[in-house]
């Protein structure tokens, strides 16, 4: 039986009363079958080991981790959600493609919201929560600098959910959090390289500044600008793929495939 160890942040949900609960992504995966699983599906994925567009053989997963096909049935489903797989009956499960015109879309709609969440955050923020933000940062830091991307990403996504949930806004957490699946994919073109983590990192620095400042519109300025660059960089990402013939396609035939 493979064994996996799974280190993630823990994520703070906040009720609309501004009561909130705590729960362990980590300690919940980590004691499920079906989330190691996925944890591994994810980790073939995000490395490139299965490819854009390639099904996903379900036995072959399930004979490599020595588990039955059921937690691979349902870790797929799960990772569906998220927008790593795509299904289509009678045919199976298959590795999602990335399209720059869904990057572009994403990319777009991600700054309005993120910047839209510091420039409520900057006038509010507190001591604590600013002491937060500078430990995701450093953890950031420290991943950044080996190139574990598997560190960063988890760390990445809560530092953002953060300053989204911190705001107290219930309706803009309600319609971030819709979205952050969509985003996955995307940022993981993007940030796949020990360069590309560093700079984004320096960007939640001057984030987290300019948040500290207490300044709203340069709250909005710095994190509309840190998810335009990552645009920037997932969009270039996706033209290398486009080029070396990877997978990524130009346009949006690949969703009409996809539903075929």
Do not use: W
Request: with cysteine; hydrophobic share 40%.
């Amino acid at each position: 039986m493979l064994t996996f160890v799974i280190r993630q942040p823990t994520l703070h949900f906040m009720e609309t009363d501004h009561n909130s609960a705590t729960v362990s992504l980590a300690d919940f995966r980590a004691n499920t079958l079906t989330g190691v699983v996925q944890h591994e599906i994810e980790r073939m994925i995000l490395s490139g080991e299965l490819k854009p567009g390639q099904r996903l053989n379900e036995k072959a997963i399930a004979d490599k981790l020595s588990v039955s096909r059921g937690p691979v049935r349902e870790a797929c489903r799960t990772l569906a959600e998220l927008g790593l797989v795509y299904l289509i009956p009678q045919r199976g499960v298959f590795i999602q493609r990335v399209t720059r015109d869904d990057a572009i879309e994403v990319y777009d709609l991600r700054a309005g919201l993120t910047a839209l969440a510091a420039s409520l955050l900057a006038p509010i923020l507190t001591q604590e929560m600013a002491n937060q933000l500078d430990t995701y940062v450093d953890e950031m830091q420290e991943a950044a600098e080996k190139g574990d991307f598997s560190r960063f990403d988890p760390l990445n996504l809560e530092l953002h959910d953060y300053i989204v949930r911190s705001t107290g806004n219930s309706r803009l957490i309600k319609l971030y959090r819709g979205c952050v699946k969509e985003f996955h994919l995307f940022r993981v073109h993007g940030l796949v390289q020990r360069g590309a983590l560093l700079q984004s990192n320096e960007e939640h620095r001057e984030i987290v500044n300019a948040l500290k400042s207490g300044n709203a519109s340069l709250g909005y300025d710095t994190s509309f600008s840190h998810v335009s660059k990552g645009k920037e960089r997932v969009l270039l990402s996706l033209d290398e793929l486009a080029k070396s013939g990877a997978g990524a396609g130009s346009d949006r035939r690949e969703v009409a495939d996809r539903s075929a």
